[in-house]
């Protein structure tokens, strides 16, 4: 094999113009949305409504509607709450850490992954709020200043919790924003309707793609980038605290920050690679989300994949280690025990199905990468359940085990999670571009100036020929 | 003051009101020109007006108010009503008044104290001054006071007919009835009474009185569950009278036959004490030791040392061929009858354990004069007159007790006289039956026929507090007052003398029993007051017992002191026991000839022969055994189950002759095989909203012609029928079985045993465990007094007095067989079971478990909100108000004692069962009642420390440990449970807590929990 590392492949195939890619990235915003759009919409709002009206009788009646029970006082509401952190972990990653690393494959996906970042984790924002017995007293877990002088315990990780997300989110939107800025002006420039005009005008900022604008533009970008990227680890490490800080054998493990970590990349790049495959082919994005983009993605995959497996393998050497009976039967029990069917799909789905992507050939096959990124989410949502659900079941004393049976509504409201994620997907893949517009044009090839490349120099300075 | 005036004093001094004013804009003086809206000063018709004046107006409207007022409240029966403008001597608000009473939850009569606050009765303990229950009470007496404010209870006189039911008035009844019993008296036809037992010297004189008036009336007085086959084997062996009661403290062996002495048999409350002073862990190490041989596991059986299986109708040869043995190695002169098998065929034949049997035999010979053989009330007369020859041939007579024996006003009646009144009643020679408070629709056996002869009575009556199946079938219900509301006297012990008043006026039109049939006794219909029973009780003590009592006291004195101690107790004995009748076992009949499987109908732990099917919380009591709530069932053993196919939650259909019934399967540890044990009084078919159809009636297997005794059939066929049910229980039934799971408790320290044998030889040898362990946090300093509680699993036999002492104290609600099945029972207090060995003899344990109020509690840590901390005084609190329902306390709860209101359990339960009129009046108001949402727990019942303190800063002197008692403390019969200031070095509870078998349950968690339990010491024999 003769391969030259010293030249620079192009992660865009072909050789699209700049204009073809305003065209081609800004007409899902420019176009009446199509009969298939409407159906996917109905499709979405109608899982949200399921969602609504669970969480109505929940509100109505109490958590009682739910499975929950002594002792699993955590179910489905604690299960959806880290699988959609977990789903947002992706974003950022590949927004920041990737941008950091100069991977600039990251580009055709950075936009969208980051959206769904920050409609994840405004998903899972709902499940801390509403799985709490008295919704309406959630703000008790905001530290503010009041008349009876009641701070918050801020040795709970429910509080650490409160912190990490809400950080995280903002911090994501504002990455997200700033990125989205540049496009916005070119979406303000291009667009006729006034409305749009307006609106598109207050959040460009005033942009005029300036090479002051650009300089500083990149000097921010950067920074946030810098910002976002612990975050990236703390709030998915903090989310475990949740579980890790507590007694229970299961649960109390060091191992939970880079495995929670490493699963959520993992669930993450999943979803991302998952909506992706959709989008790219609705939006004929195919050069521009390659092939090779996706492969690249699911070398991720398998490796926090494996790293998730290890994970598991090492959890149960641990509990052999350390001589402790309850930890050793927690875990055997998991396998073995009344949750072991839950147990067995996890495993299937984490750490077998995302090794088959040793294959090129099946990182490279969209059906089937498509199915195991599929395998990969129903296995993150199960093993969160697992982790959750069958410690609580069964813990020190035997005399207070029950099994937990979720009820209609759990589902209804996990429905409606999804229901309320992917209506917030579909307004904005409609809304504003999924691609980011400004990055795209800086790695076609030749956008950049190179040492040695000076042959094609009409794509020289794109952006100055947008501002114009 | 007119316009004009007041426009130009304006203008002439300059006053002005606002800048228009003052601007001489128009517009303001426009609208001061019109100080009046158009039209008012408008001159007014009088014509035109209402002829009614201002004047006339108001009277009318007082008058009606008053009217009004006055007319809703028939005040003037209640007697003089005054309004607390001056505050009583009795009632300080927010102080509780206990007043000393009688339980009549059964017919042991314990005294009890009830605790009052503004009035309203809100918890019922025992009354320490009390010489036979000493203080305590059991669950159902506990539980009671919830059924004075069952909403179900009949509210006025019911007359019942097809079209439905009319309410009537009491004197519609009392005329209709004095003519109707005089009608029958006259003419000669019988008037029956169907009452249960009577244990009132001045009840047994009200229905004297009555049978004077109307010499036609008869008493039949029945209990499903009483001491008829020992009273009758006494009779036999010895002499007419009573059977004697038991030193159960003093024997050394005890050896129990199908006997739950500590649960459900005889006065448990007293047994359980007598019987737990020879297993005190704290202060000796002499332990009795206990047989138990049984069909099924009981409380009596999980206390035992040694347990052995067998079918209750195998018993009577058990004994004979322990006679056999026992004669044959002692020599005895009392012979067990010829043709017993011996003992070791018995043993091989029924595959009992014959080590466990060898020891019995030895036992039992070697501690002669100090050993007791005890058979169950339920087994047959022969086996009671061979268990007496036994006692009588070891020399345990010395255990009987002469100081105490039991009385009965009324001799229950017989099978004869029943099976005589349903003849007189089909032939039309019973004009009128009056169901004295029984039911005897659901308890009597179908075979006698008693309902369809109860159709062909003219004029029938049942007085009751709620509608039961037999009021279906009378004409007329009558609603009878609760105890609370009652007066009455009793004595079921000799010399012991105890008076029941009443707390709380009657909440309906209801009446005394006792009142009715005195009014009716009197002839006259405007005979019956308030008073009269209470008049009736003090006549008589004054004649009998005030003249006997030789008293220096005049008798109102005397009668005041009474009430307010609640018992008087004269100088009587029991008569020496006359000689042993050795004939006797010679009228032993051999058993008839047995099947392979043996029906055994017994007594249930919580809602008594039914009659408590309607309170929730005694229905939600998880049995003691199998922690099912709200339900019968069959219980058999793994192997019988395996033989028919059968799992837990399958259908078993039991025939026995001509009578089947299906039941839901419990597959029970420690089964005799073939048995099939069922406990009776469930599957009411109309107990009111909470009872109605909970269980399976098994009542109507029973039959008055049984060949062994009503209760147990040898001749029973079972078989799998179709269908599921769903048992709900507080526990899973899992440890057994599961490998993985077996033997949890003792692996992670949850219980620690010995045997009293190891422990003799060295007190030391329960590891003690390491308490100071690093910590990284400051451990918490607790300077002043500090709470902790200790509980002694030797003494603990699993009654569950505790648990409804904790629910009725501390407003915890029922929240249904749904919710529990959910895993979501509320109980505060709970008593875990384990087992270990096999599934056949499984070894048992029982484990009070509650909040452990950790020093370094892991709740606390969690709570997001600081909803959950720990007090000064090493209390582990819960801020109900601050708390959002995170629920990761529970989840990070080692023990999983908290409690989380997934609904707004009150409300919930039966779509509001318990928001109706009155229960809330049940409610202990120093208790929140949490709301949904709301995390809850044990708080050490902070209300009464909170008491304490307060009475301790108001007697100016420093709190001590002993000034509280928690409500679980005080309701536990064998003084398990002790409670107090850890600090203080002299106070039980840190000698407790330095004891030898003194461990803490997860000790490893470095949680530092502050329930101290001592060690389970088993008193076997050392294994050679």
Known sequence: ?468 | MNNSKNESSGKDYNYWRSLKELNNNPEAFDQKANEFMKGVTDDFEISGMSPVSRRKFLALLSASVAFAASSCTNYHSHGEIIPYNKKPEEVTPGIPNLYASTCTGCSNACGILIKTREGRPIKVDGNPDHPVNKGKICAIGQASVINLYDPNRLKTPVAISQEGNSSINWKTVDEGMIAELEKASSSGKQIAIISGRISSPSEKMVLDNFIAKYPTARVYSYELFENGVRNAAWNRSYAPGSFPLIQWDQAKVIVSLEGDFLANEGHAIENIQMFSKGRDGFLNKDFNRLYVVEATMTPTGMAADYRLRLKPDRQLDFVLSLMNEIGERTKSSIKAPSGTSSLKDFVKNENMLAGTVEHLVQDLIDNRGSAIVYAGSLLPEDVHVAVNALNEMLGNTRLYRTDQAEVLQIPFAQKQDLENLVGEMNKGNVQVIIHYDTNPIFDLPQDYGYADALKKVPFSIAMLEQENETSALCRYALPISHDFESWGDFNTRMGIFSLRQPVIYPLYSTRQKEAILLSWASGDSKFYKDTVYHDFIMNNWEKGLFASAKSPLDFRTFWLTALENGVVVLPENAPAPAGFKAASLSEIKPPSKAGRYTLYLKGNYSIGDGRYANNGFLQELPHPVTKVVWDNYAFISPKTAEEFGLEMNDMVEVKVGSRKQEFPVFIQPGTADGAVVVELGYGRRKAGEVGTGTGVNANILMSKDAPVTPFIYNDAQIRKASGAYKLVTTQEQHTIEDTRAKDAHKRRGIIREGTVDEYKKNPGFLEKEEREKISMNKNPEYLGVKWAMGIDLNKCVGCNACVTACDIENNVPVVGKEQVDKGRIMHWFRVDRYYSGTAEDPVSYTQPMLCQHCDTAPCENVCPVAATTHSPDGLNQMVYNRCVGTRYCSNNCPYKVRRFNFFNFRDHFADGYYLQEPVEMVYNPEVTVRSRGVMEKCTFCVQRIMQARENAIEENRELKGSDVQTACQQACPSEAIVFGDANDPDSIISKFRAHNLGYHVLVDLNTRPNITYLAKLRNIHPEV
């Not at chain 1, 992954?113 to 709020?129: C, K």
Request: glycine residues 8%.
């Open chain 1, 1 to 468: 094999m003769s391969i030259d590392y010293s030249k620079e492949f192009s992660v865009i195939e072909g050789k699209p113009t700049l204009a073809e890619i305003n065209d081609l990235i800004a007409r899902p915003t420019e176009t009446r949305p199509d009969r298939g759009y409407y159906i996917a919409l109905t499709i979405t709002l109608s899982m949200l409504l399921i969602g609504i009206v669970c969480l109505g009788l929940t509100f109505y009646y109490g958590i009682g509607m739910w499975g929950n029970n002594q002792p699993v006082g955590w179910g489905f509401g604690i299960v959806n709450f880290v699988f959609w952190v977990g789903i947002g972990h992706a974003g950022t990653l590949i927004s920041a850490i990737l941008f950091l690393f100069r991977q600039k494959w990251r580009n055709g996906i950075a936009r969208f992954s980051e959206g769904m970042t920050i409609f994840a984790v405004m998903t899972a924002g709902i499940f801390p709020l509403i799985h709490v017995g008295r919704p309406w007293l959630a703000a008790y877990l905001f530290p503010y200043p009041n008349e009876h002088g009641i701070w918050v315990n801020f040795i709970s990780p429910l509080v650490w919790d409160v912190f990490a997300v809400s950080t995280y989110l903002t911090v994501s939107l504002i990455f997200w924003y700033v990125g989205l800025i540049p496009d916005l002006a070119s979406l303000r420039d291009r667009t006729t309707g006034k409305i749009k005009k307006l609106i598109y005008s207050v959040f460009s900022l005033g942009w005029r793609h300036s090479n002051r604008h650009w300089h500083h533009y990149e000097m921010v970008y950067l920074v946030l980038a810098g910002f976002a990227t612990p975050l990236v680890l703390s709030v998915h490490t903090i989310v475990s605290f949740d579980f890790a800080v507590s007694v229970l054998p299961g649960w109390h493990s060091t191992i939970f920050p880079p495995y929670f970590v490493a699963g959520a990349v993992f669930s993450g790049f999943a979803m991302v690679q998952n909506v992706l495959i959709v989008v790219r082919k609705i939006f004929h994005y195919e050069h521009i989300i390659t092939i090779d983009t996706l492969e690249k993605m699911n070398k991720i995959i398998l490796l926090t994949g494996s790293m998730v497996g290890y994970s598991y393998g090492m959890e149960f050497f641990i509990a052999w280690y350390s001589g402790n009976p309850v930890e050793q039967f927690v875990f055997i029990n998991r396998a073995f025990g009344p949750y072991a069917w839950a147990y067995w799909i996890m495993v299937t789905c984490n750490v077998i199905s995302p090794q088959l992507f040793w294959f090129k050939k099946i990182r490279r096959t969209i059906p089937v990468m498509f199915v195991i990124g599929v395998f990969v989410n129903v296995g993150m949502w199960f093993e969160r359940f697992v982790i959750v659900v069958s410690s609580l079941s069964r813990d020190f004393l035997p005399s207070s085990w029950r099994y937990f049976t979720p009820t209609p509504v759990d589902l209804g409201i996990l429905l409606g999670s999804f229901g309320f994620f992917f209506t917030w997907i579909l307004l904005f893949i409609k809304t504003l571009p999924v691609v980011s517009i400004a990055e795209i044009k800086g790695v076609i090839e030749g956008s950049q100036i190179e040492h040695h490349a000076a042959e094609d120099s009409t794509s020289f300075r794109p952006r100055q020929q947008e501002g114009m």
